[in-house]
């Protein structure tokens, strides 16, 4: 039994492996240069905000914090999590996580990455949907 447990390791371990491979060769690249992105946000009355931005960012964080650097409108705040920027506030809005949060969208499909990983190009429209859990 002890020798079937010393062999499943080693296997694990090259699985392990493989899989990381094949999520760093299939996860999409940024696009370098200049871009035009957009960002809409639906606050948690339905409203709607939109912004748009020329950027040479790479990552939607980047975009964002561009974004409110420029624009006194948009506003962002959350906090460094395990896994990343959590964001918990936009445009004055809070999300408790308990009853809601901020959902994010690219070209109409849910964002598969964090803010600090979600690669931007361009023509690129985001939007920031306040999303209650039901």
Do not use: H
Not at 81 to 108: H, K, L, R, T
Not at 112 to 125: E, F, K, L, R, T
């Amino acid at each position: 039994m002890r020798k079937k447990s010393l062999l499943v390791l080693p296997v694990i371990a090259v699985l392990i492996v493989i899989m990381l491979a094949i999520y760093a060769s299939n996860r999409p690249e940024p696009s370098e240069g200049s871009k035009s992105v957009g960002i809409t946000v639906i606050d948690d009355e339905g409203g709607e905000s939109q912004y748009f931005i020329a950027t040479d960012a790479l990552y939607l964080r980047e975009v964002m914090d561009e974004l409110s650097e420029e624009n006194s409108d948009f506003t962002y705040g959350g906090e460094e999590g395990e896994y990343g920027y959590y964001v918990n506030e936009v445009n004055g809005v809070e999300a408790d996580n308990m009853s809601a949060y901020w959902g994010f969208y690219i070209n109409g499909e849910y964002c598969s990455y964090g803010i600090d990983s979600q690669p931007v190009s361009d023509g690129d429209i985001f939007e920031i949907v306040y999303e209650e859990i039901k």
